[in-house]
């Protein structure tokens, strides 16, 4: 799971000065920036974190693990987010049981994070009709974006057929860090542009 050890409070110290540019270009760019943070972050750094987003102009955040792994805390995390003007942005995968949907999506704003396979790290065959159909009848209108496992032109171009407001990129960008592969990663922005 390449994705979820960005994420490791341990590792990441949430420094606004190493991130300082980042910002700074996204802002320049006019971009919306939401983080990605697992619920253990979350609760391990308390407000603190929300305090951080806040701070450097976050929109919201996406809690993959939240509505499955820790149901209970749901619709406090979703307040808690808002109280701090952060928008929940409800994450659903090919599996995500229809109630569990339903509820994600009442609870988000305006887009969807799809993700293509059932867990980061997960390679299986997908069908981008049966994930769209899944989806389809409780998005209301709201943008998808999706993820997990996208790599290749072919599938980029398929999803624009398939209402995507845009692309997630993970994995296949932590591998291009991990080797400083900086001419792939130019790739991989183009190819994305290009679809």
Not at 16 to 26: C, D, G, H, P
Not at 38 to 43: D, M, T
Not at 142 to 157: A, L, N, S, W
């Amino acid at each position: 799971m390449k994705l979820r050890r960005t994420h490791d409070p341990s590792l990441n110290m949430y420094s606004e000065n190493e991130n300082a540019e980042v910002f700074r270009m996204a802002d320049e760019l006019g971009s919306r920036k939401y983080s990605l943070m697992y619920y253990e972050v979350l609760k391990s750094r308390g407000t603190r974190i929300l305090d951080y987003l806040n701070r450097n102009g976050f929109d919201g955040s996406i809690i993959p693990d939240l509505m499955i792994d820790h149901r209970e805390a749901f619709y406090e995390t979703v307040e808690l987010l808002r109280q701090y003007s952060l928008e929940y942005v409800p994450f659903v995968t090919p599996i995500t049981p229809t109630k569990i949907m339903q509820d994600q999506i009442s609870a988000g704003g305006d887009w969807i994070y799809q993700g293509m396979m059932p867990a980061t790290g997960v390679q299986l065959p997908y069908s981008i009709d049966t994930i769209y159909e899944h989806l389809k009848p409780f998005a209301g209108g709201r943008h998808i974006v999706y993820g997990f496992g996208i790599r290749d032109m072919e599938t980029m171009k398929k999803l624009a057929k398939y209402d995507a407001f845009g692309i997630a990129v993970g994995t296949a960008v932590v591998e291009m860090i991990d080797s400083g592969d900086t001419v792939s990663y130019r790739s991989l922005v183009d190819m994305i542009l290009e679809a």
